[in-house]
Structure formats: C-alpha cells, structure tokens
C-alpha cells in the first residue's frame, strides 16, 4: 500500500491554482472536441464510424507514443550511474526529497543549454539534460532545473498537455478525411462539408492552441514553485533560468530552430519575446515573470 501511494503522491507542494486551471482548460477542451465531434457526425453522415474510428486510434498513437518521439527528436540518450555520477546524484536527491520514483535520466549531445522531462507518468518518465546545459550550470542550479523538470513528472504535466493538445491535431486530421478520403463523394452535402469542415477545424483548432498555450505558461510557472519550495533555493533556480536565458544568445541560429519545435518540453523555450502577440502564443512566461516569482519565494524563506 505504502509503495502504491508514492506513486501516485510526491512531496511536491500542492498547487491549487494549477489544478483549477487545468481541469478547467481539459473541461474547455473537452466541450470543443464533443461539440466537433458532433459537427463531423452531422456534415458526414454515413461517414461517422470511420470519424470515431480515426479519432480514437489518433489519441491513443499521441498518448502513448508522443513522448517517446519527442525524446528520440531531441536526442536523448539514457545514461547509467557510472556514466553520469554526479547528475545521477543530483536526480537521487530530488527523488528523496520529493519521495518520488527515480526517473530514467538521459542525456542529449547538444550546445544548446536545456532540459526536458517526458513520460505519461512517474512509472514511465524520463528526465534528459543536453551536454550544454552540463558544462554552464554549477550544481545547485544543476539541481534547480532537474527540480524543475521533476516536478512536470509528479504533476503529470507530459499526459495533461498531451490531453490538451490533442484537439488541435484531431481537427486537423479531420479537415484531410473531409477533403481527401472521398467518404462523401457520392453525397449531394459533398459541397457544404468541404466549405464548413475547414472551416470548422480551424476555429477549434485556433481555440485549443490558445488555450494549451495560456495551461503551459503557467505549468511553467508552477514547476518553478514547486522546484524552489522543494529545494529551498529559489536564488539557485533564478541564477540557472538567467544563466541558460543569457547562454541561449550565443547559440548559432541554426541549432535553436532545430531545437524550437520541442520548445513546449524545454526548461526555458529556445526563441523567446518581449512582443504581446509572441506572448500570447509562447509556451513559456517571461523570463521576468518568472524571476519575479522565485523572487517573492526567496523573500518568504527568508533566503540569503
């Protein structure tokens, strides 16, 4: 029973504000996939079991796999304790801090400076670092970021935003099987569907994007908490999130575009801008908001 419940439960101190916003995003979302759904059935009606049928094969493909090919796109390549010792030891004392099961850890060959966790769930994560990041951090902020990501583990942040974002590809998916399939060719509502079912997916597609992205800036926010809570060194994590932040300037621009289609599972995102628009469509907050945050922390723990 003990085992079963450190499983399931982490040190990790609870965020109400978290939970609020994501069941409230996944109810959000769910209500824009029933009402889609039921749009697809009604504009393709003989068509409706291939719908389902597509739909349910495409989100058990993303959830259980999507992790996985993210991980092998960015390189990751699991290390044992004699290969890495000290990151080995730093993800050891997280996990006893958290009372966690250990992760596998990872490292990918790349300059670009960052770190990403993956993994449906505690059973199954992951955590990588890239060789960049290895050589710029000292080890406290080392064990800032590796708190940081170990805390999207214990919240579940990998299958949530799996969840979330699924919409988005699912009304994609469905404006192809409306355009290409030919399931209505011999339908006279053939017209109507192929001008209301794009139509329809972009709409849905545009609301899921916004509404993934506003979940994952404060699924940012909220690993940065829980990281300083859990280590009591909220000035380690602000040093590592300014010192990869600074870093990420002098990285050719040629490997960060290679690195900015993971930017959602990177500890800070490869590109950033000040700009509203990029604000609003960024996976991560800004870097001043989140020092902000870690600053008020320190000040709470009364940290020298």
């Not at 109400?16 to 994501?22: E, F, N, T, V």
């Not at 990869?244 to 490869?270: C, H, Q």
């Amino acid at each position: 029973m003990a085992r079963a419940r450190s499983l399931s439960r982490s040190r990790y101190a609870p965020d109400r504000g978290l939970s609020a916003r994501m069941a409230t995003t996944m109810f959000l979302i769910g209500l824009l996939y029933v009402v889609f759904v039921g749009v697809l059935m009604v504009l393709l009606r003989g068509a409706w079991p291939v719908v389902l049928l597509i739909t349910g094969l495409l989100f058990v493909g993303q959830f259980w796999f999507s992790d996985k090919i993210a991980a092998l796109g960015m390189g990751a390549r699991e290390v044992s304790r004699e290969q890495a010792p000290e990151l080995h030891g730093t993800v050891d004392r997280i996990c006893a801090l958290a009372d966690m099961p250990k992760p596998k850890v990872a490292i990918a060959d790349s300059d670009v400076p960052n770190a990403f966790a993956t993994g449906r769930g505690q059973k199954t994560a992951l955590v990588c670092v890239t060789t960049g990041l290895l050589r710029r951090l000292e080890p406290e902020e080392l064990e800032g970021v590796l708190a940081h990501e170990m805390s999207h583990v214990a919240h579940r942040d990998v299958a949530v935003m799996t969840i979330a974002s699924f919409l988005g590809v699912l009304a994609g998916m469905m404006t192809r099987v409306a355009l290409y399939s030919g399931l209505g060719r011999r339908n006279s509502n053939l017209g109507i569907a192929v001008l209301l079912v794009p139509l329809v997916s972009a709409a849905v597609y545009v609301v899921s994007f916004l509404l993934t992205r506003v979940l994952s800036r404060y699924r940012e926010l909220a690993a940065d908490r829980a990281a300083a809570l859990l280590t009591g060194r909220p000035s380690a994590l602000a040093s590592a999130l300014t010192k990869v932040s600074g870093e990420m300037a002098r990285i050719p621009t040629r490997d960060l575009r290679k690195a900015e289609p993971y930017n959602a599972f990177w500890f800070a995102p490869a590109f950033s801008s000040k700009e509203g628009l990029s604000r609003l469509l960024s996976t991560h907050p800004p870097l001043e908001q989140r020092l902000e945050q870690l600053g008020r922390i320190s000040a709470r723990l009364g940290e020298v």
